[in-house]
Each structure stands twice: as structure tokens, then as C-alpha cells.
């Protein structure tokens, strides 16, 4: 038996191994642009952020190169960010079963699926982690040309600059907390991987933690 890829409309055989298409080429190479800027972005943010850090900015070739750096690599976390933004927000919105799947986050961490309502192609959890990333991005953007005294200097009073750098550093470690619940998940949901390096997840995969989005590919209702 051969695997193969679902396409909406197609008939699925009960016992065939299925492969179910999550992300388009594009959008991988989208997704990791952003994933990897946000990690030199934390890299060379905590090595300006604390001397005791600082030994991190040898990465970059020393200080003075991380300090050049590091706002280059936010504007494009933001443009690649908008990227995903635009691809993504419409499956991230709120839907009525996201509350309910909510409310029982205590059968998502024991992994009792089968006492949660069927999920489209992402789960409240995902969304949560989705919109927020959203706006702590463009308040890690705003923040951070206030302080970006190369260019920007001007624009600013000292006393906003102060607030900015307060913002700037409190958004960083909440992002990159929530960048932390983002990989762990990824990792601790086994199968999830595969969707960002391959593309595609298992018909398996798919059943048991996005039924509804499943549903709607193979009656044809979803790309
Ligand atoms: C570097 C480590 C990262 C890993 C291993 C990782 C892994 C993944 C995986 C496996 C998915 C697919 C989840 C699914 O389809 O159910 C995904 C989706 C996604 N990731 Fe990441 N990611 C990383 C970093 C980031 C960063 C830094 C951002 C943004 C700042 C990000 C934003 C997203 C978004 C927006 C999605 C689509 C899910 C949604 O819209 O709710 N990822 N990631």
C-alpha cells in the first residue's frame, strides 16, 4: 500500500496509509525565516541586555556587530512575521468550540482527545499562542524604533525612550516565553513536527487532534 496525499474531493479507503498536506513550500520557508530570526533576535537581545550575557555577542563578531544587528534582524521578524500573519489569521480566529476545548485544558494535558470538541485547523491553544505573538510583535517593533537611535533619534524624548526600553525588554521575555510554549507543544504533540519540515502530517495525526479540519479537506470544503 502506498501513502498518499489527500486532496479536497479525494475518497479515502479505510487501512491505506494517509498523508494529509498542512503547509505549502512557501510557507515552511516563511515559517522558518521567522523562527530563525526570532532566535538570533533573543540571542542578541540578552547579550545587550545584561553584561553578565554579553559573552553571547561574540556570535555575532562582538558587541558592536550585535548592537548593528539586532534591530536589522526585527524588521525582518516583522515583514516575515506579517508573512505568516496574512497566511494564517482567518484559520485563527475565534470559534465557539474554542471555549469549550479551553475549558477542558485538563483532558489536553492528560491527552484525553475523545472529551474534546472536534478542531479545525488549529486549536484555541495554537490561536492563543497565534494572537499573541502578533501583538507583541508589533509591540517589539514599535518599541524598538523608539530606541533605535542611529536613525530614529530624534523622534523621541529621553523620557520616552526610558518607557520604550521598559516595553521593548518586558515584550522580549514574554515572547519569548510564549516561543518556548510554541516548541514545546510542537515537540510534546508527536507528529507536529513533520507539518513544518515536510509539509504534511498523517491521516492519523489529523483525526485525532484537527477532526473538523480533516472533515472539511476531504468533503472538498478546505485547501
Ligand atoms: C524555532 C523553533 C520553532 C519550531 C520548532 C516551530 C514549530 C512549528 C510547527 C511544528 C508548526 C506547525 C503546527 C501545526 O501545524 O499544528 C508551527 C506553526 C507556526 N509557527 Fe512555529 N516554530 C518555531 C518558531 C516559531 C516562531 C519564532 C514563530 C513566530 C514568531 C512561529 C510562528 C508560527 C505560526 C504563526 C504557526 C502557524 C500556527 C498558527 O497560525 O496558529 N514559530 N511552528
Redesign the pocket.
Known amino acids: 500500500m502506498t501513502a498518499y496525499d489527500v486532496q479536497p474531493g479525494d475518497r479515502v479507503n479505510p487501512g491505506d496509509p494517509v498523508t494529509v498536506s498542512?503547509?505549502t513550500a512557501a510557507a515552511r520557508v516563511n515559517?522558518?525565516i521567522?523562527?530563525?530570526?526570532?532566535?538570533l533576535l533573543a540571542i542578541s537581545g540578552l547579550a545587550l541586555f545584561h553584561p553578565v550575557l554579553f559573552f553571547l555577542a561574540g556570535l555575532f563578531g562582538g558587541g558592536e556587530n550585535a548592537r548593528a544587528l539586532h534591530p536589522w534582524i526585527g524588521v525582518v521578524?516583522f515583514f516575515s512575521?506579517l508573512g505568516?500573519?496574512l497566511?494564517?489569521?482567518r484559520?485563527?480566529l475565534w470559534r465557539r468550540e474554542d471555549g469549550t476545548w479551553l475549558a477542558r485544558l485538563r483532558d489536553v494535558l492528560s491527552a484525553h482527545e475523545e472529551r474534546l470538541p472536534e478542531v479545525d485547523?488549529?486549536n484555541a491553544g495554537?490561536?492563543l499562542?497565534?494572537w499573541l505573538?502578533s501583538i507583541l510583535?508589533v509591540v517589539l517593533i514599535s518599541s524598538g524604533l523608539a530606541i533605535w537611535d542611529q536613525y530614529f533619534s530624534a523622534y523621541t524624548t529621553i523620557e520616552q525612550k526610558r518607557l520604550a526600553v521598559l516595553v521593548h525588554s518586558l515584550a522580549a521575555v514574554v515572547?519569548i516565553s510564549v516561543?518556548i510554549v510554541?516548541?514545546y507543544a510542537?515537540?510534546w504533540?508527536r507528529g507536529?513536527?513533520?507539518?513544518?519540515?515536510r509539509g504534511e502530517?498523517t491521516g492519523g495525526w489529523a483525526w485525532r487532534?484537527?477532526r473538523k479540519w480533516l472533515r472539511k479537506l476531504v468533503s472538498g470544503k478546505t485547501s
Open positions: 498542512r503547509y515559517h522558518w521567522t523562527a530563525a530570526s526570532l532566535v521578524l512575521f505568516l500573519f497566511r494564517f489569521w484559520a485563527n485547523k488549529y495554537q490561536k499562542v497565534f505573538m510583535i515572547i516561543w510554541h516548541v510542537a515537540i504533540v507536529t513536527i513533520g507539518a513544518m519540515t502530517v487532534h484537527h
